[in-house]
């Protein structure tokens, strides 16, 4: 890209200064952030597009007061990047952190696409990616023009001159110029070429632990998500609770409105507004005759255990191969080898955001505007247009803080639904959707289904290792353009051909869907979160079957992987591994690369006789690249564990006639703060570039927590949630 392209500086409104920039296409992005396999050709496209015109992604603006606005094109779900990338930005220009303010981007796919995906999605742990080189690029050749600009001014040289705290000083004569008094001369200004950033290691700020900008708003209740939206120009606003919640605040007036509203979804008078989906179903299907039972219709007789027998059938079948090295099939038949097959499951799951998801619309004068938290606006506004006359365009989407995403909020069909209310009144509606419509109708983490195969050698090193695995392809629905003919989907294989040095390896990819009416989804770790579940689990039965220590046979194959190895050390050495515990207590480790980020766990629990699992101490040790917020990232990686332990110890979510089970947090639990372990994190440090870190401590869960059983019980367990009648002595 050329620097034009990448950078344009202009005078804003009120003689601001203000540079457009556009995040770069990385070339790098395959090896470092999911998904950069399948957005290849999306990416492509846009990198053409950004040669032949300029359209700028985000924007840096600097008012005559000194204020610095970043028009953010990711989303803030808890992860901390509203704080690390101001930080980047902060530290380039020479302002202090506290000068620095957010501002959402607006819903537009060409100038504010994730360069990763190709589309205008917060996830996959890709916003650092993302903004780590462009930010401090744009941030570092602004500091320079506005440097130009004093220099011009006092009629000296740029190198007379350093800037701090948001000013420009002549160092010879103690001149100062505060940044607001240059932004008029410095928009006239010649862009500089190649600006260099800061080496990292010369940083003040980045690399330094600093406090989240949003902690204050957040705790004392200021701070705007989704389901606090109430647009004040609207003051006919409407609150309608859907399905099976509670409609509230509807006056007396305009109660003809409000009734086409509950028409639209179903919800009767009384009690039944309360019922929601039950009297749509009846409507849906026909009246109800005399003597006539209602009919359970088409996937009535789909159940968990179906679906597991479909997922598991699928691997009959011959595959998608994302990965061959070696030849198996010799290193099986080679003499004195041991041959070690297994199979391992990784349940369906719910995503059960804290926040509930909402949405408030308003269509008026052939627009509409949302207000809403969503990790993909412009899935958004699609949604909307599919089910009304208003075009793209002209639907303005208000983004606000988000409260648990955890990939739930990358799809929008749930504002489609509560768009097709909306319309039918002339006033803003706000939708507030159940715990129990999104449990039960909301979308599913894919059931997978995992075939272990490896070799061993009379030494106990792996020789070949085969991965087979089936499941639904999230991206064939949700982005099949990151698709390309014969190739598997990217994220179902990601870290399915394990970290390790072994001569020989495949992997196989089977696609196989659910039925119509279940619609999978990514959930927090994506592909990673099933496959490191099946290959560590894995590693530690062929440690077992070597008669090896599980973390000395994991580092007898790391080699060719020094920064793994150096975190499995590391984590190795601050858990205690290897020194006495009690009876029916033991340790678990497992390890994971992904999102250009390494990580190792050890987890620590005991088992009493009567089957409770009482989890003791998990310690974590991270390289991550260079971390721009370090206690962010530690803080972070002890609510990333507590999610991922609800999943592997609570998350049990079945299927029987079709319905979801479970409703609410009364059968689908979250981990309680009294159930938490200690957590200790551990920071390996490394001059890399940033990798994500919003899911791998999410990810590594799982396999740690099954190979902990294992030491502490001898039982080896291939799918979860355990039943404690399964662990009693």
């Known amino acids: 890209m050329e620097r034009r392209d990448f950078l344009k500086i202009g005078a804003g409104t009120g003689g601001a200064f203000v540079a457009s920039f556009c995040l770069p296409l990385r070339a790098d992005a395959a090896s470092a952030a999911k998904a950069a396999k399948a957005a290849k050709a999306a990416k492509g496209a846009t990198a053409a597009s950004a040669a032949a015109s300029f359209e700028p992604s985000v924007y840096i603006r600097i008012t005559p007061s000194g204020k610095v606005t970043y028009v953010i094109p990711f989303v ?160 006919g606003r409407r609150d309608h609770a859907l399905p099976g919640g509670r409609r509230q605040g ?177 006033f803003p509606l706000k939708v507030i959707y159940s715990r129990e419509e999104d449990i039960r109708h909301g979308s599913f983490r894919p059931l997978y289904c995992d075939e272990m195969a490896a070799t061993l050698d009379s030494a106990g090193k792996i020789t070949a290792i085969s991965h087979r695995l089936s499941g639904s392809s999230i991206v064939a629905r949700y982005a099949p353009q990151w698709l390309q003919p014969g190739v598997a989907d990217p994220d179902a294989v990601e870290a399915a051909e394990t970290p390790y040095s072994i001569p020989a390896k495949i992997v196989e990819y089977v696609p196989v869907e659910p039925p119509s009416g279940y619609m999978t989804a990514f959930w927090r770790g994506v592909g990673p979160n099933h496959n490191a579940w099946a290959v560590e689990g894995f590693m530690d039965e062929l440690a077992v079957t070597a008669k090896a220590d599980p973390v000395a046979f994991r580092l007898a194959h790391l080699n060719d ?54 989890l003791r101490r998990l310690t974590t040790a991270l390289d991550c690249g260079i971390a721009v917020n370090p206690g962010q990232r530690r803080r972070a990686d ?28 009364h059968d689908f639990p979250l981990m309680r703060i009294d159930q938490t372990p200690r957590i200790d994190v551990h920071l390996v440090r490394s001059d890399a570039e940033p990798g994500g870190v919003g899911e791998i401590g999410t990810a590594i869960i799982a396999p740690a927590y099954i190979n902990a059983l294992y030491a502490a019980t001898g039982k080896r367990f291939r799918s979860y949630p355990v039943a404690v009648e399964e662990l009693k002595a």
């Open 76 to 235: 803030e779900m808890g992860q901390g990047s509203f704080t690390a990338i101001p930080m980047m930005l902060a530290e380039e220009m020479d302002v202090p952190l506290s000068t620095v303010t957010i501002e959402q981007a607006p819903a537009d796919e060409k100038r504010y696409a994730n360069p990763v995906f190709g589309m205008q999605i917060t996830g996959g742990s890709a916003s650092m990616i993302a903004a780590w080189k462009a930010v401090r690029t744009a941030g570092a050749t602004c500091r320079a023009m506005l440097v130009n600009a004093a220099a011009d001014t006092w009629q000296c040289t740029a190198q007379e001159c350093v800037t701090r705290d948001g000013k420009v000083v002549q160092a010879a004569t103690g001149k100062q110029l505060a940044y607001g008094a240059l932004v008029t001369k410095a928009a006239g200004m010649p862009v500089p070429k190649d600006v260099p950033p800061k080496d990292p290691k010369a940083c003040q700020l980045v690399g330094t632990p600093a406090k989240r900008l949003d902690t204050r708003s957040k705790t004392n209740g200021s701070a705007q998500f989704g389901i606090d939206t109430a647009p004040a120009r609207h003051e």
């Open 638 to 665: 002890g609510r990333r564990s507590h999610l991922g332990l609800t999943a592997v110890m609570l998350g049990k979510l079945t299927i029987d006639k079709g319905r979801v089970e479970q409703s609410n947090f």
């Open 561 to 614: 992987n020094p920064r793994l190895k150096a975190v499995l050390e590391t984590a190795a050495a601050k858990s205690g591994w290897g020194t006495p515990l009690p009876a029916r207590t033991g340790r678990g480790v497992a390890v994971l690369n992904a999102w250009g980020s390494h990580i190792a766990m050890v987890m620590e629990l005991s088992v009493t006789p009567d089957g409770a699992v009482m």
């Open 250 to 426: 509807a006056p007396r007036r305009r109660q003809q409105g409000a009734r086409r509203a509950r028409r639209a979804s179903g919800a009767g008078r009384g009690r039944h507004r309360r019922r929601g989906r039950g009297p749509l179903r009846r409507r849906a299907q026909g009246p109800r005759r005399a003597g006539h039972r209602l009919g359970r219709g088409p996937n009535a007789g789909f159940s968990t255990t179906a679906w597991k027998t479909s997922v598991r059938d699928a691997l009959k079948r011959k595959g998608i191969v994302s990965k061959q090295e070696g030849d198996f099939a010799a290193a099986k038949a080679a003499p004195g080898t041991r041959l070690v097959e297994v199979e391992y499951d990784a349940p369906t799951m719910v995503h059960a955001p804290l926040e509930p998801m909402n949405c408030t619309l308003h269509f008026h004068d052939g627009a509409c505007d949302v207000w809403l938290g969503t990790q993909a606006p412009v899935k958004a506004q699609q949604a909307i247009a599919a089910v009304s006359s208003v075009p793209v365009e002209k639907i303005q989407v208000h983004n606000f803080l988000i409260g648990g995403g955890f990939g739930r909020r990358l799809d929008a069909e749930y504002v489609g639904q509560a768009a097709k209310l909306a319309r039918q009144v002339d």
